[in-house]
């Protein structure tokens, strides 16, 4: 997977190492498919491949919300998604995102699964200013993002009644 941002970036600075880009960040956090993997891990090849396609459709159901709000996937790691909104209205088309991933992971509800009914939560960072993005490596170039706006996002999904809401919205 390449993200959007780096094929943009390629194709109009393919020389540069590093930009800094003006948008919104949000890092998307669920919880519950730790409990889940435990307890279908007990039945084996199955239980594990059932985790696969639950965490699956679950995760292209955000996506799908994500992308409509022209949000562009940065990162996904085991239960987390990192999303770069850029352009006009970034930071209000990514809190309708968030508003709107919520509300489908609502719809998919209690998931019930063959070990039982896993229920699953989402907490969600949102922050807006400037990122620095970062093309490291040589035969592989990885995708880095740094700076005090992701410390400030990963701070706002950690803490989401921080009172810093108010202040960086």
Do not use: C, Q
């Not at 990885?142 to 992701?150: K, N, Q, S, T």
Request: proline content about 3%; hydrophobic content about 45%; glycine content about 12%.
């Amino acid at each position: 997977y390449v993200p959007r941002v780096v094929i943009d970036w390629l194709r109009a600075v393919p020389d540069a190492r590093w930009r800094e880009l003006e948008g919104t960040l949000a890092f998307v956090d669920l919880s519950g498919f730790t409990a889940m993997s435990e307890r279908l891990a007990k039945l084996g090849k199955a239980g594990a491949e059932e985790v696969s396609e639950v965490m699956d459709a679950t995760f292209a159901r955000l996506l799908d919300v994500a992308y409509a709000g022209g949000g562009g996937l940065l990162k996904f790691g085991g239960d987390a998604l990192l999303l770069f909104f850029d352009g006009d209205d970034h930071a209000a088309r990514a809190a309708g995102s968030a508003y709107g991933m919520r509300s489908a992971l609502n719809e998919i509800g209690r998931l019930r699964t063959s070990a039982g009914t896993v229920v699953l939560r989402m907490h969600v960072g949102l922050h807006s200013g400037p990122f620095h993005f970062f093309l490291v490596g040589r035969s592989h170039r990885e995708l880095l993002i740094a700076g005090p706006g992701v410390n400030e996002t990963v701070a706002m999904e950690e803490d989401p009644l921080d009172s810093r809401m108010s202040e960086t919205m």
